[in-house]
Every structure is written in structure tokens, then in C-alpha cells.
């Protein structure tokens, strides 16, 4: 086999290494444009797992590496004038030049023919001439550029700046400096890769860039290894207490804006795409050196397991794409954080170092715990002394407070649409269904969507609140949960506008009925699908009915002794189709600019907050994203939650999409929750509301991920309670909590402990006179002291 490798960086090297030890026979050619001894970077990064991977493909390799690695597990974080350490994560690092020179030694050892200083043959050429061509050519791959319209890929130039930095200062872990500076917040993100030396990388928002007049370095052209030195010299500047003397260090630095890869396929004929060339992750979450090193391991495993080439890249791609898929979640949601970091700058220092540390979601509270197990209780004891709540309770059955109304912990039960009423009436199955899962130990339950008007349903089936008999029946279900349990029951009401007069879920969701259809109305005369009828645009006498028929359904929810009520703004509902550019294209002062486009939303607000008993708080669901061009934006979103808090919204509910059909939701664990992240620290929090966070959120350990970062001061689950309506008894019970936050009602106590299993595990006895460490935070804590020139525990 002929095999063609163009980019000698370490993904090529790799896999030219590993495909020439499984089959010396194989003619392999590397081509790189540079000179054998230009690196541009300090150091990479790798975790314990990516080493054993290498470590079992060559041991040799793997060796060379080992001589060379600092080696760590402390992760250090620096902000607001204090200092956190937490431990038990597993890090290596080493010398990018280092890397590079074994890799060339043990490649040429084996025979491969390396070609530096040399530009490869056009692809096409190679194509026909070899049997494979590895494009390992790096993030502006000119080989996926040529066959894009194979590879399809898609290309996100992000707006953060950052420059890639060294300095001699060697930091003893993996190290993030967050300073406020007069121009905005700026970071660092740095670790050790040998005994002299630290990679340093400075990041900031753009706006923080340009305040700080770095913008100046735009009318530079800096031609390939030459370096920003004025910029370099002003970041000097900035960090220099932090730096303590120690120098900078440059190496073709120059400010750069963060590009991710991805693209739909990775090969085409027999060309196939490896490490930047086939995808990217932020550095904040892991190096493209240990990507493309994995991925060199599984070609090189794939090529010798299959017989066919078409049948190796296809086993490949499917092999690493979920891996890979999986990595740049991660790294897009820890991107999309220090993006954002700015808003974090108020959270108490212990606080932030807990947000930090559970950016991307990879690391949680139940995680850190196992890491670093003092660090996880300093965290969840600062969450409930700041909370007034009780030390040692989980956050989630920490109390919350809304105005006069007390919630015995962090759970709601988000509003779920049931299709289950009678000419609008709730019934047993409503009693059954709210009452079940108030009995579970939510501290607040929601009701659907209740409409506040026959026109106003989004189904046949859907509950109402407009005649006095709906009333009746739901002051039984709240009496009810009131006499029963310990929880709270809000109603949210809402009005279908253009998605009403739809079948049931069950018989097509958004589906037009068949029969007995009714007018549905809308800001503008758009339908929400293609199948869906076209509304009628509302006229001020429309507009005011509908105000009167939210009033009305208002004081019979306070009349039927509801805690909360919740006006539904979300999910391209009558309210929330005003909201939306999308929906709504009107020309008078009802539509065009975001402030127009509040305008009745908020006439509705203040006409059911008249009507509203005042020791009783008021919430607002809101769609944070449309999902879809020219729609909504968090940053969009923030300014209406801020108005509606202003209009008197004691909480923000934030949910997203559901504007109109097309939409392209990025659906994924906790998807929603930046967004309620955004609205809680840029304007809940500041003005004293609370946020709720809902959205593919289903494990305790999430919410108590969610709680403890600031993301959110409450956590609506819903699909999760049609699954376990008693989840919350017991998310209670395996984290061994006993507590008023989690009361199980008087007939049900029996049941409160987590019943036995077969047991099929004996009790070891124990077998090893010492333990490896002498103290287990001497096993959670090593730190990398070049004096010593190996880890040395620190107590």
C-alpha cells in the first residue's frame, strides 16, 4: 500500500508511525511545508485516558513522551483577589518542538520518507497515485477547501480574541487567571509543559479587546512567524503582577479569533480528513494535538482491519465522529462560557470557581465530589450559607424564597400540556396528575397551559379558566394539594394565538382539526406552519378583549387560591408570537422594533398584575431563541425578561423556540439552560428575580450542577415527573437527604427509604498493608515542581 500524508504535524507523524509498525511493507510519504524545526505553540496537553491509547499502540513513543512530561493534577483558579485549588483531574504536558522532534526520530526510524520544507503534489495527483492521502494539513486544509463540496464543511469563526503566549514562569497545574480590568474581564488559561517553561494563552471578548486598545494591532500585517510584539508587550503589562517577574515568551504570536470545524463527511474517494483539518474544539477544554493524535490511532487501527479502504475511512469516521461529536459539546459550551465570562464578574469568588469548573458540563457536582472531595463541600456549604438555608442539604432542597412565598426547595414541575379536559374543565385525570406529582415532593407543580378563552386553546382538549364552573373544578385540584402535601401549585395562563385549533398530541401534534375548527388570531396574518391556518391579525378591539379575557382569567385563578401565576410568553403563543420577529411583521407601534413589540405583551402583564393578589409573585415563560434567522437572540431575550421584571415578573421561566415550524433547535442535555444562565447574571439577579431553568434536564446531579453555579435559583423538569412523578423523593433518598426539603406525606412515609436489591456483592476484606497515599488528599493533590522534576504531593 501506497499512503500519502500531507501536514507533518503530530496527528500525521502519529499515523504514519502506527500504520508503518502494523505493516512495514507500506510506502509512506509525509509532506510539510515547514522546515523540520518550526513549531508554532509551547505545549501540549493530554489526559490519562489519550495516554494509555498511546501508551498500548507504541510503547516506544509513548516512552520518549513519558521522559519529557510535566505531570499534574491540581487545576489552580485565580479571581476576585482569591485563590481555589482543586484537585484529583490528571494531566501531562510536553514540549510541542519536543513532540515534534520524537515523532520525526521514530518515523524516520521506521522508514518513513519525510519531506519538510515541501509543498505535497495536488491532491487529485496524489489521489490517483497512492492508495490513501491523509489530510492532516490543519485548520485551513486546503485539501478540504478543494473538495468541499464532499466534505461540507461548516466553519464558525467565533468573536472572543485570544493569543497564544509562553512565558518562563512555570505554574505548578493547570492554571486560569480571571482578572477585571478597567476595559472588562480578561483570562488566561495556563499550564506547565516542561521545567522551564508554561504555555499562557490570553483571551478576551471583543469589546473588552477594543477597550483596551488592541484593536490597534488590525492595521498590522504580520507576515507568518513574525509576532504582535506591541500587544505582547501591553498583556505584559496587564498581568505583570501575576507574571511576578517572569518573562513572555513568543512564537509567531499574534491575536487570533477561535474557529470551529466541523464538516458532514470526513473523506471522499480515498481522501481522508484527520485532526483540525476534520474538526476543532476550544482550547479551553482540550488540545487539537490530542485529537488528532486519537484520531491518527483509530485510522491506523481501521486501516488494518479492514481489507477495503472505502470500508477502513467509513469504520474511521464512524468510530471517532461520536467521540469527536461528544468533545465539541463540550468544548462549544465551555467557548460559549468564557464568551460570556463578563457577566459573571459579580458571583462570589467560591461560587465562580464552582462555575468555572462546571462549564462544559463534563464535571459536576456529583463528579467534583469524587475529584476533589473538600473542594465539593466548601462549594455546597457557601451555596447554603448564602442561601440562609442548612448546611449539608443538597442545593436543590435548599429553600427559596419569591416575595412572600416560600418554596421548600428547588424543583418545579414544569407546565405540560395534557389534552385531557372536557369543554375546558380539569378533571380527575388533573387531580390525579398534579396531585401525584405534588405528593412526589416538587416544591412548586405547574399546571398546563390554561387558556383564557374557547379560542384561546391550542386543542379541543386543552383546560380553560374562562367560565366559573373551569374555576370550580380547579379549586379542587389546588385544595387538594393544599391539604394533602407541602407544596405549592401556580396555574399558567396562556392564550394559543396562530398553533390553536390543532388535533390532540397523540393525533398529530400542530396538525389542523379535521373538524369543528375555530379562527385563530395573531399579530400579523402568518400561519405558524404550512398546514396551519392563516390568524387574524389582532386590531385594538381585538387586543383589548383578549387583555380583558387575561383579567378575568386571572381573578378566578386567585379565587381558586393558586400561589403563583405564570403568564405564558413562550413557545409562539399568542404573546410570545407578538415577541418574535419571526411572527410578527406589523407596521404600527405593535410591531418592528423590540420595544414595539413588547408593547402588548406587556399590556397584558399589567392588566393581570392589577387583578393579581400583590402577596402573590408573578411569573413570565419566555422563549430565550427562535432557532431561527433574523429571530430572537438570548441578547434579545434578556431585554424583554428585563421588562418584564420591570412590569413586575417576580421570575423568568426560560424556555426557547417553538416560534414557527422551521425552526433548528440545537436540542442536547441542559440546552436551555445558558440562556437561563444569561438572564439570571445580566438582568434577574441584578433587579431580584429569580430564574427558572428548564430543558432536557433529568438527573439530581445536573440540577444540583445548575444550582451551585448561579445558572438558576429554581429547575423545572418535565418529562422526567411523567417518568417518576416521586423523582424528587428520590433524588432525595439516593443522595441520603432527610429533610424538610424533601417531606413525604403521612400515608407514604413507610416508603421512604430506598428499598434493598439482591444483594450479589460479597464484602471484600482488605488485602494491602499500606495505601498509595498517606493521606487522601495527598492522592487528590499533585503539583508539578520542576526542583523535583517529578509530581510532588502536596497536603
Request: charged residues 20%.
Amino acid at each position: 500500500m501506497r499512503v500519502a500524508i500531507v501536514g507533518g504535524g503530530p496527528g500525521g507523524l502519529y499515523f504514519a508511525i502506527l500504520a508503518k509498525l502494523l505493516d512495514p511493507t507500506r510506502e509512506i510519504v509525509v509532506w510539510e511545508r515547514n522546515a523540520a524545526d518550526d513549531t508554532f505553540g509551547f505545549g501540549v496537553v493530554f489526559s490519562d485516558e489519550t495516554l494509555g491509547g498511546i501508551e498500548s499502540a507504541d510503547p516506544v513513543v509513548f516512552a520518549e513522551m513519558s521522559r519529557r512530561f510535566a505531570r499534574w493534577t491540581d487545576i489552580d483558579i485565580a479571581f476576585g483577589g482569591e485563590d481555589f485549588t482543586v484537585g484529583g483531574q490528571g494531566f501531562a504536558a510536553m514540549s510541542r518542538k519536543d513532540l515534534l522532534r520524537l515523532l520525526q526520530e521514530r518515523a524516520r526510524g521506521l522508514g518513513v520518507d519525510l519531506r519538510f520544507s515541501s509543498v505535497a503534489p495536488d491532491v487529485d495527483m496524489l489521489s490517483r497515485d497512492y492508495d490513501l492521502v491523509v489530510a492532516a494539513d490543519g485548520l485551513n486544509s486546503s485539501i478540504r477547501a478543494r473538495h468541499a463540496d464532499v466534505f461540507g464543511p461548516a466553519l464558525d469563526a467565533r468573536t472572543s480574541k485570544y493569543m497564544w503566549l509562553g512565558t518562563d514562569k512555570v505554574f505548578e497545574a493547570f492554571t486560569f487567571i480571571v482578572k477585571k480590568t478597567p476595559f472588562g474581564v480578561m483570562q488566561i488559561h495556563g499550564y506547565p509543559y516542561s521545567d522551564t517553561g508554561s504555555t499562557f494563552i490570553v483571551e478576551m471578548h471583543e469589546d473588552v479587546w477594543r477597550k483596551a486598545g488592541f484593536d490597534a494591532s488590525e492595521a498590522l500585517h504580520l507576515p507568518p512567524g513574525t509576532s504582535d510584539e506591541a500587544s505582547i508587550s501591553r498583556v505584559a503589562d496587564i498581568f505583570a503582577d501575576e507574571l511576578g517577574g517572569s518573562a513572555m515568551l513568543s512564537n509567531n504570536s499574534k491575536w487570533l479569533n477561535f474557529t470551529t470545524v466541523r464538516n458532514e463527511r470526513w473523506s471522499s474517494g480515498n481522501i481522508v480528513l484527520l485532526g483540525d483539518a476534520a474538526h476543532t474544539a476550544h482550547f479551553s477544554i482540550g488540545s487539537g494535538t490530542k485529537l488528532a493524535m486519537e484520531d491518527a490511532l483509530a485510522l491506523a487501527a481501521c486501516m488494518h482491519e479492514h481489507t477495503h479502504v472505502d470500508a477502513a475511512l467509513a469504520a474511521y469516521e464512524s468510530e471517532r465522529r461520536p467521540v469527536v461529536a461528544s468533545t465539541q459539546r463540550a468544548a462549544q459550551a465551555s467557548l460559549e462560557w468564557f464568551e460570556s465570562i463578563g457577566q459573571y464578574a459579580q458571583q462570589e469568588p467560591l461560587q465562580f470557581a464552582f462555575n468555572l469548573l462546571t462549564r462544559s458540563r463534563r464535571i459536576t457536582s456529583e463528579n467534583l465530589a469524587l475529584r476533589d472531595a473538600e473542594f465539593a463541600d466548601r462549594v455546597n456549604d457557601g451555596f447554603a450559607d448564602a442561601e440562609g438555608g442548612t448546611r449539608g442539604a443538597p442545593a436543590m432542597f435548599q429553600p427559596h424564597r419569591i416575595g412572600a412565598l416560600e418554596l421548600k426547595n428547588r424543583i418545579v414541575v414544569s407546565a405540560m400540556d395534557m389534552y385531557s379536559s372536557v369543554d375546558g374543565v380539569p378533571g380527575d385525570f388533573h387531580l390525579m396528575h398534579l396531585g401525584s406529582k405534588a405528593a412526589g415532593g416538587a416544591g412548586l407543580v405547574m399546571t398546563e397551559m390554561v387558556c383564557v378563552s374557547d379560542v384561546g386553546r391550542i386543542t379541543p382538549g386543552c383546560a380553560g379558566l374562562y367560565t366559573d364552573g373551569q374555576a370550580e373544578a380547579w379549586r379542587r385540584i389546588v385544595d387538594f394539594v393544599h391539604g394533602t402535601t407541602t407544596a405549592k401549585i401556580g396555574v399558567q395562563l396562556g392564550h394559543s394565538g396562530r398553533k390553536g385549533s390543532t388535533k390532540v398530541m397523540w393525533e398529530g401534534i400542530d396538525q389542523p382539526l379535521s373538524e369543528g375548527n375555530w379562527q385563530t388570531l395573531g399579530p400579523s396574518a402568518l400561519p405558524y406552519g404550512p398546514h396551519n391556518q392563516a390568524p387574524l391579525e389582532l386590531d385594538r378591539s381585538g387586543m383589548d378583549a383578549v387583555i380583558e379575557q387575561f383579567r378575568d382569567a386571572a381573578s378566578r385563578a386567585a379565587s381558586a387560591g393558586f400561589d403563583v401565576l405564570e403568564l405564558h410568553a413562550a413557545h409562539g403563543y399568542l404573546l410570545s408570537s407578538f415577541l418574535s420577529p419571526i411572527s410578527n411583521v406589523r407596521s404600527d407601534g405593535y410591531g418592528g422594533t423590540r420595544e414595539n413589540r413588547l408593547r402588548f405583551p406587556l399590556e397584558v402583564m399589567d392588566a393581570v398584575r392589577e387583578v393579581w393578589p400583590s402577596d402573590r409573585p408573578m411569573f413570565v415563560r419566555l422563549s430565550a431563541h427562535d432557532w431561527l434567522p433574523g429571530g430572537n437572540t438570548v441578547e434579545d431575550a434578556a431585554g424583554i425578561a428585563a421588562a418584564f421584571i420591570d412590569h413586575g415578573a417576580a421570575a423568568v421561566d426560560v424556555s426557547s423556540g417553538q416560534i414557527a415550524k422551521e425552526e433548528k433547535p440545537a436540542f442536547g442535555r441542559s440546552y436551555q439552560t445558558p440562556f437561563a444562565d444569561a438572564i439570571r447574571n445580566r438582568v434577574a439577579r441584578p433587579r431580584g428575580a429569580s430564574v427558572i431553568a428548564v430543558g432536557a434536564i433529568s438527573s439530581f446531579d445536573d440540577v444540583n450542577s445548575i444550582l451551585l453555579a448561579g445558572r438558576a435559583d429554581l429547575v423545572a423538569l418535565g418529562r422526567t415527573h411523567l417518568y417518576n412523578p416521586n423523582w424528587t423523593l428520590h433524588a432525595a433518598a439516593e443522595q441520603a437527604y432527610r429533610g424538610a426539603g424533601a417531606d413525604w406525606i403521612a400515608p407514604y412515609r413507610a416508603g421512604s427509604r430506598k428499598p434493598p436489591t439482591a444483594r450479589t456483592d460479597a464484602v471484600r476484606p482488605r488485602l494491602a498493608l499500606l495505601t498509595d497515599g498517606d493521606s487522601p488528599s495527598e492522592s487528590t493533590h499533585q503539583r508539578w515542581q520542576p526542583a523535583r522534576a517529578e509530581p510532588i504531593p502536596v497536603t
